[in-house]
């Protein structure tokens, strides 16, 4: 198998200890940022020579753990990530989410647009977070650190 098919993930799941069920519209979400984590992404573990991974996303004591397994289901490296810095992005992030949800059932699309970009620029800084607080961790890339993110905010619907 070529390097590059190695650094990647095969399989991503969610730890349902720590996820709540979430909207319709959130749950639609999370299974489309699984689907394509899986299908496009760029992940090695800084130090190992093995891969492809799978990734397990939990929380723990109000961290955030990331734990990678090999093939094998063999344990890899579990990191864990104090989710401190991640709060105001996060926070910020569900209000326009919940803006985001209410506009696209009646407002126009111009709104929709505005609450849309403001929405991604969030969800662009937290995955530069991610990506910052994974150095020298996990070799990744933006995209990939976006989807990741993404799977992160799920682990905050509890309802």
Not at 36 to 52: A, R, S
Not at 115 to 129: P, S, T, V
């Amino acid at each position: 198998m070529e390097q590059g098919a190695q650094k990647r993930l095969t399989q991503v799941s969610l730890d349902e200890n720590s996820i709540g069920r979430g909207s319709a519209d959130q749950e639609h979400e999370r299974a489309i940022a699984i689907y394509d984590l899986i299908e496009d992404n760029k992940f090695g573990v800084v130090g190992h020579d093995g891969g492809p991974y799978n990734l397990v996303i939990a929380l723990h004591d109000a961290k955030l753990a990331l734990a990678v397994r090999d093939q094998n289901d063999a344990s890899v490296v579990t990191h864990i990530l104090s989710l401190t810095p991640f709060k105001r992005i996060l926070k910020d992030y569900f209000m326009v989410c919940e803006s985001y949800y209410a506009a696209i059932r009646s407002a126009m699309p111009s709104r929709i647009e505005a609450i849309d970009m403001g929405r991604r620029a969030l969800h662009n800084e937290g995955a530069q977070l991610l990506l910052e607080r994974l150095k020298g961790k996990i070799d990744t890339d933006i995209d990939t650190a976006r989807r990741i993110f993404t799977l992160v905010t799920a682990l905050h619907w509890k309802g």
